[in-house]
């Protein structure tokens, strides 16, 4: 059975910084991208950053050149590197992988259970 699971949120000041990472286990063929969401209370969840399995990144608006995505294939994990944090970042932060199971499968979503990130003096 396929996980996602996030870590790495916490508390932080205006202006600071943290590296959330995320992980997929399990038995699975491939993984084909893995991105990152969020969702302020009160908002819909939106998409933050997304990295293809060919290397291609997509960000919101709302932190390019603030925010980076990486990934380590070796370990299935995929990052975001969020820097210079202002309080409208807060939000609870989804990894979402698209995984396709087995050879003769199509791929699917999954989603871990979220890491909340809070920026506050």
């Known amino acids: 059975q396929v996980q996602v699971v996030e870590s790495g949120g916490g508390l932080v000041q205006p202006g600071g910084s943290l590296r959330l990472s995320c992980a997929a286990s399990?038995?699975?063929?491939?993984?084909?991208?893995m991105d990152w969401y969020r969702q302020a209370p009160g908002k819909q969840r939106e998409l933050v950053a997304t990295l293809s399995i060919a290397g291609t990144t997509n960000y919101a608006d709302s932190v390019k050149g603030r925010f980076a995505i990486s990934r380590d294939n070796a370990k299935n994990m995929v990052y975001l590197q969020m820097n210079n944090l202002t309080p409208e970042d807060t939000a609870v932060y989804y990894c979402?992988?698209?995984?396709?199971?087995?050879?003769?499968?199509?791929?699917?979503?999954?989603w871990g259970q979220g890491t909340q990130v809070t920026v506050s003096s």
């Open positions: 979402r992988a698209i995984i396709r199971p087995t050879e003769r499968e199509f791929s699917a979503l999954y």
């Open positions: 399990g038995s699975f063929f491939s993984i084909n991208a």
